[in-house]
C-alpha cells in the first residue's frame, strides 16, 4: 500500500505563500509521478501541479507563474510553492502520487486533504 502524509496548509492573506509537502512511502515500486489536486465546496476535484519522476512538470493554467512544484526523490517528497495567493485558490488541496502496475495501467492514491484558505 501507499501512504501519503500531507503538511503546510493554513491561513494566508492575499497575496501572501505557503509552501505544502506530501511525504509517500509504502510499497513505491512503479512510481511516475507526483503533484496536486484541490477541490472548492461545490466544484469538482481539479489539477493543480504534477511532476514526473524525470522532472516534467505541468501546472494548471491559472496556478502558472505562480505556483512551483518540485520533488526530492531521495525523500519521496513533493513540494508546492504557492506564491501570490488569491482568494480564489482557497480549497483543499490533496496530494497524488501515480504508480504504474504490470499491466501498462496507472493507479491513484490520494493523501487525506490540506486546507488552504486565502483571505481578500
Known amino acids: 500500500q501507499v501512504q501519503l502524509v500531507e503538511s503546510g496548509g493554513g491561513l494566508v492573506q492575499a497575496g501572501g505563500s505557503l509552501r505544502l509537502s506530501c511525504a509517500a512511502s509504502g510499497s513505491l515500486y512503479g512510481l511516475n509521478a507526483m503533484g496536486w489536486y484541490r477541490q472548492a465546496p461545490g466544484e469538482p476535484r481539479e489539477l493543480v501541479a504534477t511532476v514526473t519522476v524525470g522532472g516534467s512538470t505541468n501546472y494548471a493554467g491559472s496556478v502558472k507563474g505562480r505556483f512551483t512544484i518540485s520533488r526530492d526523490n531521495a525523500k519521496n517528497t513533493v513540494y508546492l510553492q504557492m506564491n501570490s495567493l488569491k482568494p480564489e485558490d482557497t480549497a483543499v488541496y490533496y496530494c497524488?502520487?501515480?504508480?504504474?502496475?504490470?499491466?501498462?495501467?496507472?493507479?491513484?492514491?490520494w493523501g487525506q486533504g490540506t486546507q488552504v484558505t486565502v483571505s481578500s
Open positions: 497524488n502520487l501515480q504508480r504504474l502496475t504490470h499491466w501498462g495501467t496507472t493507479n491513484h492514491y
